[in-house]
């Protein structure tokens, strides 16, 4: 079985830029979560999809932070403008059910705002 | 809003000794699940728990849900270097779920 894919898995960006991150989750996971991880510390939920709508974004900086998931399958994540406290890796998860079972990360890609 | 709190924050042992890391949440749980996450790695599921005083094991590893389903614990009984890396503990409630910040395991040999 394939497991959660992501791209790109570094970028470098300077400040006030914008980057976008992709994810295709597992076949037939129709939960969706994309966290972020700061050096450091756990993983913060930024968005959780279930198919293509969104269950919770209570953390999503929606001034500068956007995720869609087109047709319940994969995902992207967009930063516009992009700070220097974005630094940090975003992982991209799936898992079969809501939330409460078994989640399957991504490599994550390593963001570096400088 | 419900917070998922670890500690210890970082353990150092010696090979062979024995570890443990805890988790507490300021609400009562709906499950608890556990994760590790190498150096550089991403975080892979270990167990679910989701019964109130459940125990599992895993080889060298125990799991414990506690009673009121606001605590877990994590035992690892001689610690080999292959242990080393974040042990996070995850805790499910509603529709969220919450990571704690984790704890950092290293071991000497």
């Known amino acids: 079985e394939a497991g959660v894919a992501q791209s790109p898995r570094y970028k470098i960006i300077e400040k006030r830029q914008s980057v976008a991150f992709w994810c295709n989750p597992i076949s037939g996971h129709a939960t969706l979560y994309w966290y972020q991880q700061i050096l450091g510390q756990g993983p913060k939920l930024l968005i959780q999809f279930q198919n293509n709508g969104v269950v919770d974004d209570s953390q999503l900086p929606k001034d500068r932070f956007s995720a869609e998931r087109l047709k319940g399958v994969d995902s992207t994540l967009k930063i516009q403008p992009a700070k220097l406290e974005d630094s940090a890796v975003y992982l991209c998860?799936?898992?079969?059910?809501?939330?409460?079972?078994?989640?399957?990360f991504g490599q994550g890609t390593r963001l570096t705002v400088v | 809003g419900q917070q998922v709190m670890q500690i210890p924050q970082y353990q150092h042992v010696q090979e062979g000794e024995d570890f443990t890391t805890y988790c507490n949440s300021s609400?009562?749980?709906?499950?608890i699940q556990w994760y590790k996450q190498r150096p550089g790695g991403h975080p892979v599921f270990l167990i679910q728990l989701v019964k109130s005083g459940e125990v599992k094991k895993q080889k060298r590893l125990t799991f414990q849900f506690g009673e009121a389903k606001k605590n877990s614990s994590l035992h690892i009984t001689a610690t080999q270097t292959t242990d080393v890396g974040t042990y996070f503990c995850?805790?499910?409630?509603?529709?969220?779920?919450?990571f704690g910040a984790g704890t950092r395991l290293f071991v000497k040999a």
């Open positions: 995850a805790g499910g409630g509603g529709f969220k779920t919450i």
């Open positions: 609400t009562t749980l709906s499950n």
């Open positions: 998860a799936s898992s079969s059910q809501r939330a409460g079972t078994e989640a399957f």
